[in-house]
């Protein structure tokens, strides 16, 4: 291991080091600005937003370092080979969600592209190609804390999912921007694989709300697929949406605290972040937020993990 600010682990992860500060949380828009910018939402869609207020001034009192890409296929199957152990979908029978194209879905599914639970898909079968360099998908939250622990274990260093706090911080690396490069949703074709025009194809009840750009993808892409943010980390908006440490509740902004917040106290859900393959322009914000059970595994949800600084 190294002490300057990269370093790569045992297993092929690359971290950065993200450097304590403080920055501004939380949505940082008017609605008046958001529905001149995203036009294609109707107005309820754009100021039921709440649980990304209000914004508020947060510190990160310790350096960290964070992945610099999505845990990937590869590096999950390993930790599955050398542990034995058995993701949720297989341990708890129900396996997991997947792709199915819209010909093969029953007329009932109009409204979604995902078939599932079944026990046929898996982190291994989506519904699409993925190889060993994609993101890990079909991972539950339970999943994600398991290789945490087991790379603290190998590592003899603490391991673990990055706060909400901590995502957002890296995600915005400074720039106080909606999404870290730009402000603007026909930038974000280059910045991450989002719900695109290729993407669009896959989902026609909602391809309206497809950005005008191309990706280059239609599902998920390879980790590290495009450029890094001024932090140097990469894939955070799109290509999956990644799980973090804390529970879900959509007032917890306004009684949380303001240097290294860790969540509530209690919660069912738990929160993921930076949108997926499938997500659209407004969703895939550094501010965004989302949640699902702490036990949900699906074709658009994995995770990157925090490598503690000592």
Same mark, same amino acid.
């Not at 599955?80 to 093969?104: I, R, V």
């Not at 706090?165 to 910045?191: T, V």
């Not at 949108?275 to 949900?296: F, I, K, Q, Y």
């Given at each position: 291991?190294s002490?300057s600010?990269?370093?790569?682990?045992?297993?092929?992860m690359k971290?950065?080091?993200?450097?304590?500060g403080?920055?501004?949380?939380?949505?940082?828009?008017t609605?008046?600005? #958001?529905i001149?910018?995203f036009?294609?939402?109707e107005?309820?869609?754009i100021?039921q937003?709440?649980?990304?207020r209000?914004?508020r001034q947060?510190?990160i009192?310790?350096?960290?370092y964070?992945?610099v890409?999505?845990v990937?296929?590869?590096?999950?199957?390993? /930790?599955?080979s050398?542990?034995?152990?058995?993701?949720e979908?297989?341990?708890?029978?129900?396996?997991?969600?997947?792709?199915?194209?819209?010909?093969?879905?029953? $007329?009932? *599914?109009?409204?979604s592209?995902?078939?599932g639970?079944?026990a046929e /898909?898996?982190l291994m079968?989506?519904?699409?190609?993925?190889s060993?360099?994609?993101p890990?998908?079909?991972?539950?939250?339970n999943?994600?804390?398991?290789m945490?622990?087991?790379?603290?274990?190998?590592?003899?260093?603490r391991?673990?999912l990055?706060?909400?706090?901590?995502?957002?911080?890296a995600c915005?690396?400074? $720039? $106080?921007?909606?999404?870290? $490069?730009?402000?603007h949703?026909d930038?974000?074709?280059?910045?991450?694989?989002?719900f695109?025009q290729?993407?669009?194809?896959?989902?026609?009840?909602?391809?309206?709300?497809?950005?005008?750009g191309?990706?280059?993808?239609? /599902?998920?892409?390879?980790t590290?697929?495009?450029?890094?943010?001024?932090?140097?980390?990469?894939?955070? #908006?799109?290509?999956?949406?990644?799980?973090? *440490?804390?529970?879900?509740?959509?007032?917890?902004?306004?009684?949380?605290?303001?240097?290294?917040p860790?969540?509530?106290?209690?919660?069912?859900?738990?929160?993921?972040?930076?949108?997926?393959?499938?997500?659209?322009?407004?969703?895939a914000?550094?501010?965004?937020?989302?949640?699902?059970?702490?036990?949900?595994?699906?074709?658009?949800?994995? /995770?990157?993990?925090?490598?503690?600084?000592?």
């Amino acid at each position: 291991m190294s002490s300057s600010a990269k370093l790569v682990d045992s297993v092929g992860m690359k971290f950065v080091l993200i450097p304590s500060g403080e920055f501004l949380m939380g949505n940082k828009d008017t609605a008046l600005e #958001l529905i001149k910018d995203f036009p294609k939402y109707e107005v309820s869609q754009i100021v039921q937003l709440d649980d990304e207020r209000p914004l508020r001034q947060v510190k990160i009192s310790k350096d960290f370092y964070l992945g610099v890409n999505e845990v990937t296929l590869g590096q999950f199957s390993r /930790f599955l080979s050398e542990t034995n152990y058995l993701p949720e979908s297989m341990k708890d029978g129900k396996g997991a969600y997947g792709y199915a194209k819209p010909d093969d879905q029953p $007329q009932s *599914a109009d409204v979604s592209i995902f078939v599932g639970p079944a026990a046929e /898909f898996s982190l291994m079968n989506t519904g699409f190609d993925q190889s060993q360099e994609h993101p890990v998908v079909n991972v539950s939250w339970n999943d994600a804390i398991a290789m945490a622990a087991w790379l603290t274990e190998k590592e003899g260093v603490r391991y673990r999912l990055p706060t909400e706090a901590e995502w957002e911080y890296a995600c915005l690396a400074n $720039q $106080q921007k909606r999404y870290s $490069q730009s402000n603007h949703p026909d930038d974000l074709s280059g910045i991450g694989n989002t719900f695109d025009q290729e993407a669009a194809s896959t989902w026609s009840p909602a391809d309206e709300l497809a950005s005008d750009g191309s990706d280059g993808f239609v /599902f998920t892409a390879p980790t590290g697929s495009y450029s890094a943010n001024a932090f140097g980390v990469k894939d955070m #908006l799109g290509n999956v949406s990644e799980w973090v *440490a804390d529970g879900y509740d959509p007032h917890y902004y306004y009684h949380s605290l303001l240097t290294d917040p860790q969540g509530p106290e209690v919660s069912g859900d738990k929160v993921h972040r930076g949108g997926a393959w499938n997500t659209s322009s407004l969703d895939a914000r550094c501010a965004s937020r989302s949640h699902a059970a702490p036990s949900g595994r699906h074709p658009t949800l994995g /995770f990157r993990l925090v490598r503690e600084a000592s």
